[in-house]
């Protein structure tokens, strides 16, 4: 069965220093990966995704992550860490072959908070 | 264009009673999911609906169901309500079923109190 762990429940940078959050997944199939944030009180925001198409994602708000299927990654990394960062930030794959399925597996999520 | 759209945002409900929470998707989508969010368990799926026909069941008792309309609006309901729904459910739309490579636009959710 498919799934997704994210180290570290809680991440905390300063403002300007590297993001990075991650990802590993397991799947039996090649998988289609997500990273969502949420903001206190609102849903999900999509921030990118591999479609199997470059390894390299970029994605908004400055962020990318690599997938890298020898290592069953897929981390989120963002160059300079801004306030407005801070949120909690959740790693999704879709259990389907080639994202087949209606649903998302989504990680425990991991809390980021910037400090000034 | 308008995005996905829960209501209400906020309920609270006594143990034994029942809800009913609504999503209507972004204009031209047919697929609606939910999920659950507690801090507990994190986010689970609930359901998926394609056309009316619910596609795709996660892990949850009968107590929880849903439904869509020929407008693809959704509605999940609730019965004997326990202290442990509480929770935020989450709907999210698509324009298919399996539609991984468009993605999932969430809603901002329902939050559910069960006292």
């Known amino acids: 069965a498919q799934s997704v762990t994210q180290l570290g429940s809680h991440v905390s940078v300063s403002e300007g220093a590297l993001v990075l959050l991650r990802c590993n997944y397991s799947?039996?199939?090649?998988?289609?990966l997500f990273w969502y944030v949420q903001y206190p009180n609102q849903g999900l925001q999509l921030l990118l995704k591999?479609?199997?198409?470059?390894?390299l994602v970029k994605g908004i708000n400055g962020f990318e992550a690599e997938f890298k299927k020898s290592e069953t990654s897929f981390h989120l990394t963002k160059p300079s860490a801004h306030m407005s960062d801070a949120a909690e930030y959740f790693c999704?794959?879709?259990?389907?072959?080639?994202?087949?399925?209606?649903?998302?597996?989504f990680g425990k999520g991991t809390k980021l908070s910037v400090k000034p | 264009k308008a995005g996905v759209t829960q209501t209400p945002r906020y309920l609270i409900k006594t143990r034994g009673q029942q809800v009913t929470l609504s999503c209507s998707p972004i204009?031209?989508?047919?697929?609606v999911s939910w999920y659950q969010q507690t801090p507990g368990q994190g986010l689970q799926f609930l359901f998926e609906?394609?056309?009316?026909?619910?596609?795709n069941k996660g892990n949850f008792p009968g107590r929880f169901s849903g439904r869509q309309f020929s407008n693809s609006r959704s509605e999940m309901n609730v019965s004997t309500l326990e202290l442990g729904d509480s929770a935020l459910y989450l709907c999210?739309?698509?324009?298919?079923?399996?539609?991984?490579?468009?993605?999932?636009?969430f809603g901002s959710g329902t939050r559910l109190t069960v006292v």
């Open positions: 999210a739309s698509s324009h298919r079923t399996g539609a991984a490579d468009y993605g999932y636009t």
């Open positions: 204009s031209g989508h047919r697929s």
């Open positions: 999704a794959v879709n259990p389907g072959l080639r994202g087949s399925q209606g649903n998302l597996i």
């Open positions: 591999y479609t199997s198409a470059a390894t």
């Open positions: 609906y394609f056309s009316e026909t619910q596609r």
């Open positions: 799947s039996s199939v090649p998988p289609y």
